[in-house]
């Protein structure tokens, strides 16, 4: 029996477990996770892991030898398949039994996989964990095109890194534009053209039927047109669905993900959820409840579990922000931009470096900045204030945001 489990060693069951030892807590703590490495770093598996320019050990989170200095058993390459709230235990799928005083859920998510015909063929990758990216780089030489489908972060990262490697990519968005879903019109129309640029066959508004195969290995992606785009390779990122099927089936309250409190408390005692799998209020979108899915969010709810555990609770209520590198473009994202109603423009896209100001009932409530990090840095105090400033003076790139916090 561990005094706490941590149950899921990515982004947050590592922080967690370095936040309980920080906060000198001593009691037994275990990380156990389902992959057979170390807690890694996940956002370069689309970026500079994918492209060959960071080798494995240089994105692990802390150093091998970190865990056991620190007194935390790494339980690698064991899933956790049930869950047993009363007797606070855990069962694995080998069977075997784990008890808890504390138990932290932070599983993150499983990526949505394509439904139709062709769906599971060789060739056809999700980008997740470590596994995926190695078996993509591994198939990469003997591929000339390529397809992407779905045009959100991580699918426009991926084909960046394809286009860099001289594929022919195509990359395959079923709404009208790509990040729909998380930033403003602008900054989608900008993503697209450059891409373009880069030669990336961008198509929006696009609906895949199915693969086509030969030999149980893809070879191309078929449209609802009956057309079809030839790949060798195809990268699916179409989302995570989170991973809380052995805590819902256990009672905990949820759906999509599992619902927490300030303290990210689960409805079952004793339980935590962090991360990417957590359904919390967030007062940066108004107190909507919602999971997000980023390192900042992951690593936050960490340490609130871990105070809380610590006994030295302090509620979540931390200042999202994201970032995606993409060729030479380096977007910082400050607040939620969800449910925004106006969107100004500071600068020129055409230059490269612009921002872009959300605004919600006329207050800020997040920055896309492209290229642009004093706009991230200075724009953080409007989103956190929940200013109002002049649009002209905000929409004036050469007026430093600084300028705009009274
Ligand atoms: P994870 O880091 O996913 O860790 C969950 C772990 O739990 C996994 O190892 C999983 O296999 C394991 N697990 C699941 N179920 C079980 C079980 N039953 N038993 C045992 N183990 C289990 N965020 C950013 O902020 N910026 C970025 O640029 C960015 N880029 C990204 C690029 C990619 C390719 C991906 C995949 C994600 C990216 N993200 C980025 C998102 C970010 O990585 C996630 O939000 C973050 O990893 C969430 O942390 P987590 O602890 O909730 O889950």
Redesign the pocket.
């Given at each position: 029996k561990y005094d706490v489990l941590i149950?899921?060693?990515?982004?947050?069951?590592a922080q967690a477990a370095v936040v309980l030892r920080q906060l000198k807590f001593e009691g037994t703590i275990a990380l156990?996770?389902?992959?057979n490495e170390p807690p890694y770093?996940?956002?370069p598996?689309?970026?500079d892991y994918l492209s060959g320019d960071k080798s494995f050990e240089r994105i692990l989170i802390r150093p091998q030898a970190f865990w056991g200095e620190r007194g935390v058993d790494l339980l690698l390459g064991?899933?956790?398949?049930s869950v047993d709230p009363k007797a606070h235990s855990v069962t694995l799928s080998d069977g075997a039994v784990v008890g808890y005083g504390k138990l932290i859920w932070?599983?993150?998510?499983?990526p949505r996989r394509l439904t139709c015909p062709g769906g599971d063929a060789i060739g056809v990758h999700s980008?997740?964990?470590r596994e995926d990216v190695d078996k993509i780089v591994e198939e990469l030489p003997a591929v000339t095109e390529a397809v992407v489908i779905g045009g959100g972060?991580?699918g426009l990262?991926a084909a960046a890194v394809l286009s860099k490697f001289n594929k022919k990519v195509t990359l395959l968005e079923a709404l009208d534009r790509v990040l729909a879903r998380v930033a403003g019109e602008q900054l989608s129309r900008f993503y697209e053209e450059e891409h373009r640029a880069h030669g990336v066959d961008l198509r929006t508004g696009v609906t895949v039927e199915s693969l086509a195969c030969s030999d149980g290995r893809v070879s191309g992606a078929v449209l609802a047109d009956g057309s079809v785009v030839p790949a060798q390779l195809v990268i699916v990122g179409i989302g995570i669905v989170p991973?809380v099927g052995?805590l819902l089936e256990a009672g905990a309250a949820g759906g999509n993900g599992v619902d927490v409190d300030e303290y990210c408390r689960t409805s079952l005692p004793d339980v935590y959820a962090?991360?990417?799998?957590a359904a919390h209020f967030n007062g940066f979108a108004g107190g909507a409840q919602m999971r997000v899915?980023?390192?900042?969010?992951?690593n936050d709810q960490?340490a609130t579990a871990a105070r809380d555990i610590a006994g030295e609770p302090q509620s979540y209520n931390a200042v999202p922000?994201?970032?995606?590198?993409q060729y030479d473009l380096r977007l910082q994202t400050v607040g939620l931009s969800v449910g925004h109603d106006e969107a100004v423009l500071r600068g020129d896209p055409a230059t490269r470096s612009f921002s872009v100001v959300y605004l919600k009932a006329g207050k800020v409530i997040a920055l896309d900045c492209v290229n642009a990090t004093k706009d991230y840095v200075q724009g953080r105090a409007l989103v956190v204030g929940g200013l109002g400033p002049d649009r002209a003076a905000l929409a004036d790139a050469t007026v430093p945001l600084k300028m705009l916090v009274p």
């Amino acid at each position: 029996k561990y005094d706490v489990l941590i149950v899921g060693a990515g982004h947050g069951g590592a922080q967690a477990a370095v936040v309980l030892r920080q906060l000198k807590f001593e009691g037994t703590i275990a990380l156990l996770g389902d992959e057979n490495e170390p807690p890694y770093e996940r956002p370069p598996l689309s970026k500079d892991y994918l492209s060959g320019d960071k080798s494995f050990e240089r994105i692990l989170i802390r150093p091998q030898a970190f865990w056991g200095e620190r007194g935390v058993d790494l339980l690698l390459g064991r899933r956790v398949a049930s869950v047993d709230p009363k007797a606070h235990s855990v069962t694995l799928s080998d069977g075997a039994v784990v008890g808890y005083g504390k138990l932290i859920w932070a599983t993150g998510g499983t990526p949505r996989r394509l439904t139709c015909p062709g769906g599971d063929a060789i060739g056809v990758h999700s980008v997740r964990n470590r596994e995926d990216v190695d078996k993509i780089v591994e198939e990469l030489p003997a591929v000339t095109e390529a397809v992407v489908i779905g045009g959100g972060y991580i699918g426009l990262e991926a084909a960046a890194v394809l286009s860099k490697f001289n594929k022919k990519v195509t990359l395959l968005e079923a709404l009208d534009r790509v990040l729909a879903r998380v930033a403003g019109e602008q900054l989608s129309r900008f993503y697209e053209e450059e891409h373009r640029a880069h030669g990336v066959d961008l198509r929006t508004g696009v609906t895949v039927e199915s693969l086509a195969c030969s030999d149980g290995r893809v070879s191309g992606a078929v449209l609802a047109d009956g057309s079809v785009v030839p790949a060798q390779l195809v990268i699916v990122g179409i989302g995570i669905v989170p991973a809380v099927g052995p805590l819902l089936e256990a009672g905990a309250a949820g759906g999509n993900g599992v619902d927490v409190d300030e303290y990210c408390r689960t409805s079952l005692p004793d339980v935590y959820a962090i991360g990417d799998c957590a359904a919390h209020f967030n007062g940066f979108a108004g107190g909507a409840q919602m999971r997000v899915e980023s390192v900042q969010n992951a690593n936050d709810q960490a340490a609130t579990a871990a105070r809380d555990i610590a006994g030295e609770p302090q509620s979540y209520n931390a200042v999202p922000w994201f970032w995606s590198n993409q060729y030479d473009l380096r977007l910082q994202t400050v607040g939620l931009s969800v449910g925004h109603d106006e969107a100004v423009l500071r600068g020129d896209p055409a230059t490269r470096s612009f921002s872009v100001v959300y605004l919600k009932a006329g207050k800020v409530i997040a920055l896309d900045c492209v290229n642009a990090t004093k706009d991230y840095v200075q724009g953080r105090a409007l989103v956190v204030g929940g200013l109002g400033p002049d649009r002209a003076a905000l929409a004036d790139a050469t007026v430093p945001l600084k300028m705009l916090v009274p």
